[in-house]
């Protein structure tokens, strides 16, 4: 599968994106899909995932609240609405796709096999 992640961009603090990931192909209602980001000098970290099936949800604490994940298999692609987002969100988004039958949701990045591009965040203060 292929991943093409969007809409990132510059937010001020207390502000909002959606994020979408496009994928290609006609297996994505079998994947649970992921998103991470990786901001400058750190490595990449959990921040949300959605399971295939009956679309159970699981957030890094960090985030728990203010964003949402969620998905349509209709359209192959998964989202991520950042609310309330501060200058510690700011970062390179990615989404990933993991093909795994797991009895917990994938938390680490290497957990998940597909990879989108990224799509960067930045939140001003």
């Known amino acids: 599968v292929q991943l093409q992640a969007c809409g990132g961009g510059l937010v001020q603090a207390g502000g909002s994106l959606r994020l979408s990931c496009a994928a290609s192909?006609?297996?994505?209602?079998?994947?649970?899909m992921g998103w991470f980001r990786q901001a400058p000098g750190k490595e990449r970290e959990f921040v949300a995932a959605?399971?295939?099936?009956?679309?159970?949800?699981y957030y890094a604490d960090s985030v728990k609240g203010r964003f949402t994940i969620s998905r349509d298999n209709a359209k192959n692609t998964a989202y991520l609405q950042m609310n309330s987002l501060n200058p510690e969100d700011t970062a390179v988004y990615y989404c990933?796709?993991?093909?795994?039958?797991?009895?917990?949701?994938?938390?680490?990045?290497?957990?998940?096999?597909?990879w989108g591009q990224g799509t960067k965040v930045t939140v001003s203060s």
């Open positions: 990933a796709a993991d093909p795994s039958l797991r009895i917990k949701m994938g938390d680490s990045a290497h957990e998940y096999e597909y």
């Open positions: 192909g006609r297996t994505f209602s079998s994947y649970d």
């Open positions: 959605v399971s295939r099936g009956v679309f159970r949800t």
